[in-house]
């Protein structure tokens, strides 16, 4: 539902307000990305390791909490009075108002984050959902609010539709969780155990950062080397791709608890190399699902945005192999070899600054988006080869092969365009009818113990 209220938004948001600000408003996102990382000192991920290995989980919420609300705190304090300054950098006026909004969207967003991860912990996955619907709805009635009403097309009310989704997601989540984190506010953390927390987050604050630029990389070259127009173009693209990110997100929330679980229980780990399996062809899938239907873009956004069709499939690397790289990473987190996250994320990142220094003057949002699709490739490929090596091996050749033909379909696509010899559309349908050939056995097999089931 969260997923088709941010397609429905993302027209409406197109036609009202120009590119310019549509790329103002990717490089909003990518602050508030880059401000959260920085500020759980990757005490967010400590927070899900210890969860099922401590007593006192108020204790331990508090404690993984603490230290970036102080640094939250230096924040502000450090830069508000440059905000003209900040607002310049990053927007490219001098607003300072901007910059006040988006401070106060980084507040929110630090909190939703930890109340989040009670949710997460505790499974209570209805709670979670609705606090992901509400706030999307939120977006549409103000964006719907502002055509009725012929509210002014400038960046500061779209800026107004981010800070009120932010914060009712904040709100709802706070809500849900006041059971958890008020009693946390009293608890009393043993300061021994907390150096711990901070010895395995220390090196996912590197991980963190290093994943945010590899993310961050695109836009930063767009805006660098080229405009606000193309950067709305590739950040829209970036958006409607985006909606794979619920895909991601579901399946990050269950797995990694659902893997500690089963490590800590020892249960039999084949599981792991099945769902690994689903995961793989579920990514393949939505590639080539979003190929064949990726003109219809086409006929809900303005013609400025023509290049969005082309440019999809790439902006699904992102979210697609993120995702799959999720399942198969389990053995670096299980061995807690976080060093090893932050230098695939790192050589990712590299890749990303060189491809897109290379490709992005030249190709603008098409270089960029090429760009951030190689870069996802090698980092699915490091995850995987790095866990399968750490902890227990598994068969990932075939794995290598698929996402590769996605992503070189992908390109060509992107790339070429319009001028391809062939439609994109029988390009990925054609990718389709092979998927379903290599997975023929495995979709007999499960149609078979559906109807058993049901029967």
Request: aromatic share 14%; hydrophobic share 55%.
């Amino acid at each position: 539902m969260g997923g088709v209220l941010s397609v429905a938004a993302l027209p409406l948001i197109a036609w009202y307000f120009p590119p310019e600000d549509i790329g103002r408003n990717n490089v909003f996102q990518i602050f508030i990305s880059f401000s959260i990382l920085l500020l759980v000192l990757g005490l967010d991920q400590a927070y899900v390791r210890e969860f099922h290995e401590v007593d006192d989980r108020r204790a331990l919420l508090k404690a993984c909490a603490l230290p970036g609300i102080v640094f939250l705190f230096l924040l502000i304090g450090a830069t508000l009075p440059y905000s003209e300054e900040m607002a310049k950098l990053l927007y490219g006026k001098k607003e300072s108002h901007w910059y006040w909004i988006t401070i106060l969207c980084v507040t929110f967003s630090f909190a939703s984050r930890y109340f989040s991860l009670v949710l997460r912990m505790q499974e209570r996955g209805l709670a979670y959902s609705a606090s992901q619907v509400l706030p999307k709805l939120a977006v549409l009635c103000v964006i719907g609010g502002y055509i009725l009403f012929g509210a002014g097309k400038i960046y500061t009310n779209l800026l107004y539709a981010n800070l009120v989704s932010i914060f009712l997601v904040a709100l709802i989540f706070g809500w849900n969780t006041k059971k958890d984190w008020i009693p946390a506010i009293g608890s009393k953390i043993d300061w021994e155990d907390h150096k711990k927390l901070l010895q395995f987050g220390a090196p996912l604050i590197g991980a963190g950062l290093a994943y945010w630029g590899l993310t961050a990389t695109s836009t930063i070259a767009l805006r660098t080397f080229s405009d606000f127009s193309e950067l709305g173009v590739y950040s829209m693209a970036m958006s409607f791709a985006g909606v794979a990110v619920i895909f991601q997100s579901i399946f990050s929330t269950v797995w990694m608890p659902t893997v500690y679980k089963w490590v800590a229980n020892k249960e039999s780990l084949n599981k792991i190399d099945d769902v690994t399996e689903a995961v793989a062809f579920c990514v393949c899938t939505i590639f080539c699902f979003v190929g064949i239907f990726s003109w219809l873009v086409t006929y809900i956004l303005p013609a400025e945005y023509k290049t969005v069709q082309f440019l999809l499939t790439c902006c699904m690397a992102q979210p697609l192999l993120y995702t799959l790289s999720e399942a198969t990473v389990v053995g670096i987190n299980v061995k807690r070899k976080s060093m090893y996250a932050l230098g695939i994320a790192l050589l990712a990142l590299a890749c990303n600054g060189l491809f897109s220094a290379l490709l992005t003057p030249q190709f603008g949002a098409v270089g960029a988006a090429i760009s951030n699709a190689l870069a996802y490739l090698i980092f699915f490929s490091a995850r995987t080869e790095v866990s399968a090596r750490l902890w227990r091996s598994s068969r990932r050749g075939h794995l290598y092969l698929m996402m590769s033909w996605m992503i070189f379909s992908a390109i060509c696509v992107a790339f070429f365009g319009d001028r391809l010899l062939i439609s994109p559309l029988v390009i990925w349908f054609s990718n389709l009818l092979i998927l379903i050939l290599i997975y023929k056995k495995k979709l007999i097999a499960f149609s078979e113990a559906s109807r058993g089931l049901f029967s």
